[in-house]
Every structure is written in structure tokens, then in C-alpha cells.
């Protein structure tokens, strides 16, 4: 063979192996390309899976949604919210029957707008449990107290409330539950309340209407209407006749538009007055009763300044009185 020719071969398989080489690499290096591309991808999705929060968070109107649960002893509140990201949550339980020690937690909101906590209802405590998710402004940290106000005065919607102390008027967001015991399980979903503000709202000519009465096995549910101030500690109590008892009573904090609902213990549930019928149940407003300085300016400090026909006299001291008839 000639040395050209031989050359010649040698040439031809150098450039066949140089070939294979930078194909193999060519693909190897658009494969590596596509893994990275999709692993870009699949990283972008999951990012997007996690955003949940509402489109409206950090509004001034707030709202909430959820329900509590109660299984056995233990209520799990959960539910979202407008509110922002950190924000504290205060929940609180106590009984119809009895005070409840402890039974409280604080809870902060999270970037989707969650929240969440278990609550344990004493082994001894029974009767309906009535649990608070309340937030607080002035009590939260300086990011939240610059987003809603030193004092929460730029929260807005049906959840607020007034709130008053040392003097000094505050809007907090707050909602109320009721949970059963008497059932196996039971639950309560959070309801955006409706207020119908009167236009006497105020007067010291103060109105009260007739309420509801309704009534189970346990307990007297009275729910009602009046012009009094939001704030108001409205009483209600039973009159039994040749009885004196206590702790048959509940103390309401009158809505924003005047209305209430109080929860009282049936005659029939202690054991002592289970032949009892018939009793009165007493609506009263005391300005003694630890009522808002702002509200005693409109009533007055020992109540000189109610007027209408539920005011009575009870030594020097004016306060509002009605009295209801109920039979069992």
C-alpha cells in the first residue's frame, strides 16, 4: 500500500471518531438543556400552587369566613380572612353555665390568610360554649397598628365593633359562636352579621322592644331590639316568686345598631326549682353596671338623664327596667 494511500485512511477514520464526539456531545448538552428547562418549569408551578391569598388582603373591610368544631372536648376554630399577614387573633371560650379557666388562645394570621387553634373545654364544664375570635389593633404589634390604625380606626364593615377603655374608644373586629355539648359532635359557621341601625339610636328616651323568646330543655334564648348605645351592658336576670337565687342571669354588650341576645339558665335545670313555672325574666340598665364614660354622657352618671317608660328608681339611682312573663 502507498504511503498517500494509507494517509488518506487514516485521515477519513480521524474525522468519522471527531464526528461521533461533537454529536454526542451536541446532544448531551441539549439534553442537559431540557432537564434544566423543565426543572425551571415545574419549579414556577409550584410557586403558583402556594398563592391563596385573598385578592382584597389588607383591606379596611374586613371579613371572616370558617366555622368551629367540636368533637368530644376539644373545638378546632379555622377560617380565613382579609386581614394582614401576622395579624393576632385572640380566641377565647367560655360557658353559659360556668367561668372557664383558661380556654383561650392566639393565634396569627398566615400568608394565605388562615388561621387555626385548638380550644380544650374542661372535663367538668357542660351546657353551650360560646367562643370569641376578637382582634385587637391597639394591642398588636406597630406594623399592624400603622396599617389599621393606632387605635383601629380605619377598620370598616359588619365585623367591627366599638370598644372602650380608660376613656378612650377603640374598633376591634369581633364574632361570636355557640357551640353545643349536648350533641355528639356540632359545629358553628362564621355569619357576616346584618345591624339595622334605628333612627332614635341613642335617645335618651330609651325604647325596648318586645323580643324573641325562644327556649329548649336548658335554656332561655332572648333576642331583642332597642335604641340603646352600642356598649351597653343590658341585664337580664330572673325574678322567682318566694326565691332568691343568682347566677341565673346573663350580662349583654349591646350591638352597633341596639340590638341584643342574652342566654339564661332555665328554672328547670336546678334541681331545687324544676316545679317551677312561671317567673319573670328582668331586662335592666344600671349606669353602675360598668357602663362607657361616652355612654353616661348621654344617660347620665347616676342615670338622671333616661327618660321613658322603663325608668325606675332604685335609691337616688335612675335605671331602665322591663319585665317579661314566662311559663315553661
Known amino acids: 500500500m502507498s504511503k498517500l494511500k494509507l494517509l488518506l485512511i487514516t485521515t477519513s477514520?480521524?474525522?468519522?471518531?471527531?464526528?461521533?464526539?461533537?454529536?454526542?456531545?451536541?446532544?448531551?448538552?441539549?439534553?442537559?438543556?431540557?432537564?434544566?428547562?423543565?426543572?425551571?418549569?415545574?419549579?414556577?408551578?409550584?410557586?403558583?400552587?402556594?398563592?391563596?391569598?385573598?385578592?382584597?388582603q389588607g383591606d379596611y373591610e374586613v371579613w371572616f369566613e370558617g366555622e368551629a368544631d367540636r368533637k368530644g372536648k376539644q373545638i378546632t376554630v379555622k377560617g380565613q380572612t382579609n386581614l394582614i399577614p401576622n395579624t393576632n387573633l385572640l380566641v377565647t371560650m367560655d360557658s353559659v353555665e360556668d367561668t372557664l379557666i383558661g380556654g383561650s388562645d392566639r393565634v396569627q394570621v398566615s400568608e394565605e390568610g388562615t388561621f387555626e387553634t385548638d380550644l380544650q373545654i374542661p372535663k367538668s364544664?357542660?351546657?353551650?360554649?360560646?367562643?370569641?375570635?376578637?382582634?385587637?389593633?391597639?394591642?398588636?404589634?406597630?406594623?399592624?397598628?400603622?396599617?389599621?390604625?393606632?387605635?383601629?380606626?380605619?377598620?370598616?364593615?359588619?365585623?367591627?365593633?366599638?370598644?372602650?377603655?380608660?376613656?378612650?374608644?377603640?374598633?376591634?373586629?369581633l364574632l361570636t359562636l355557640e357551640i353545643p355539648q349536648d350533641e355528639s359532635n356540632a359545629s358553628a359557621k362564621i355569619k357576616k352579621p346584618e345591624w339595622d341601625k334605628p333612627e332614635d339610636f341613642g335617645s335618651p328616651t330609651v325604647r325596648l322592644d318586645e323580643p324573641d323568646i325562644q327556649q329548649d330543655d336548658r335554656?332561655?334564648?332572648?333576642?331583642?331590639?332597642?335604641?340603646?348605645?352600642?356598649?351597653?351592658?343590658?341585664?337580664?336576670?330572673?325574678?322567682?316568686?318566694?326565691?332568691?337565687?343568682?347566677?341565673?342571669?346573663?350580662v349583654a354588650v349591646v350591638n352597633p345598631d341596639g340590638s341584643y341576645k342574652l342566654i339564661i339558665e332555665k328554672t328547670s335545670s336546678i334541681n331545687k326549682l324544676k316545679d317551677v313555672k312561671e317567673y319573670e325574666v328582668?331586662?335592666?340598665?344600671?349606669?353602675?353596671?360598668?357602663?362607657?364614660?361616652?355612654?353616661?354622657?348621654?344617660?347620665?352618671?347616676?342615670?338622671?338623664?333616661?327618660?321613658?317608660?322603663?325608668?325606675?328608681?332604685?335609691?337616688?339611682?335612675?335605671e331602665i327596667e322591663k319585665r317579661l312573663s314566662i311559663s315553661e
Open 219 to 250: 335554656y332561655l334564648y332572648i333576642e331583642g331590639k332597642s335604641n340603646l348605645l352600642e356598649g351597653t351592658r343590658l341585664k337580664g336576670s330572673l325574678d322567682i316568686p318566694n326565691y332568691i337565687v343568682s347566677g341565673l342571669s346573663d
Open 125 to 173: 364544664s357542660e351546657g353551650l360554649i360560646e367562643v370569641k375570635i376578637e382582634f385587637d389593633p391597639h394591642s398588636d404589634n406597630q406594623p399592624i397598628k400603622d396599617h389599621y390604625g393606632e387605635n383601629g380606626e380605619k377598620l370598616k364593615g359588619p365585623f367591627v365593633r366599638l370598644q372602650e377603655e380608660s376613656d378612650m374608644k377603640q374598633n376591634i373586629t
Open 282 to 318: 328582668v331586662l335592666s340598665v344600671s349606669p353602675v353596671d360598668n357602663q362607657w364614660k361616652s355612654n353616661l354622657e348621654v344617660y347620665g352618671v347616676n342615670g338622671e338623664k333616661f327618660m321613658g317608660d322603663y325608668v325606675v328608681d332604685q335609691n337616688g339611682v335612675k
Open 13 to 56: 477514520i480521524a474525522l468519522m471518531v471527531s464526528g461521533c464526539s461533537s454529536n454526542e456531545s451536541t446532544s448531551g448538552n441539549k439534553e442537559n438543556q431540557e432537564q434544566e428547562s423543565k426543572s425551571e418549569k415545574e419549579s414556577v408551578k409550584v410557586t403558583d400552587k402556594k398563592v391563596k391569598a385573598p385578592k382584597d
